[in-house]
């Protein structure tokens, strides 16, 4: 069974246009988040989701939004794309908000902007 | 400043030898939470190892090993016996106390390749 899952795992579109990325994990888990990984592979955190309330929004441009229907899960909306925001997305979850909780990532989805 | 500094950008080891990965960290909190992370070519991101400020001994699951020198703030990761498929790229990241959530801050990774 998978515990993160994302769809689709890759997207390929046109500079404007507006895409969604999905995310659903099946472990229960309270607390779910966006990263970003650049072509240089560093990871940063978009945002998380702690029963469906915004927790963190770190300098994200406002064309990034997430939006968690419930608990499990967390999808990335992106308005208006530009070349800059391609890079791979990684969803994951933890069980709660302790520092000894890790994070369980999802496949990744990479998204190519042309 | 970096929270999370890895001066590895890459790093070779023979087959069966065991090797380090070098992590430094910085926080200014008492209380706060290291990883280590794993991500293959296939590029899905593994959860290896933990350790927590307080824990009084380095943890250690299976071939991975954590050597955590608190006052150098160091928290290297130590891979015995390294298979080839050990070859991938190694984050390390922390997670410190802060209101509401507490998210991972990543270093840069280290990518590490076995030699067979």
């Known amino acids: 069974d998978t515990a993160v899952s994302q769809t689709p795992k890759y997207l390929v579109t046109q500079m404007g246009n507006d895409k969604s990325i999905k995310c659903e994990q099946n472990?229960?888990?309270?607390?779910m988040y966006w990263y970003k990984q650049d072509s240089k592979k560093f990871l940063k955190i978009m945002f998380s989701?702690?029963?469906?309330?915004?927790?963190i929004n770190e300098t994200v441009p406002n064309r990034f939004s997430p939006k968690s229907p419930d608990k499990a899960h967390l999808n990335l909306h992106i308005n208006s794309l530009e070349l800059g925001d391609s890079a791979v997305y990684f969803c994951a979850s933890s069980q709660g908000e302790g520092l000894y909780y890790e994070q369980y990532f999802g496949p990744g989805t990479r998204l190519t902007v042309t | 400043a970096q929270k999370i500094t890895q001066t590895q950008p890459g790093m070779f080891v023979q087959e069966k030898e065991a090797v380090t990965l070098d992590c430094t960290y910085d926080t200014s909190d008492p209380s706060y939470g290291l990883f280590w992370y794993k991500q293959p070519s296939s590029g899905e991101m593994i959860f290896l190892i933990y350790q927590g400020s307080y824990d009084q001994q380095n943890a250690t699951e299976g071939r991975y090993s954590l050597n955590f020198q608190k006052a150098r703030k160091s928290a290297n990761l130590v891979i015995s016996a390294s298979q080839l498929g050990d070859s991938a790229m190694y984050f390390c990241a922390m997670r410190e106390p802060r209101s509401g959530n507490t998210p991972l801050v990543f270093g840069k990774g280290t990518r590490l390749s076995v030699i067979a």
């Open positions: 989701y702690n029963n469906k309330e915004l927790i």
């Open positions: 472990l229960g888990h309270d607390t």
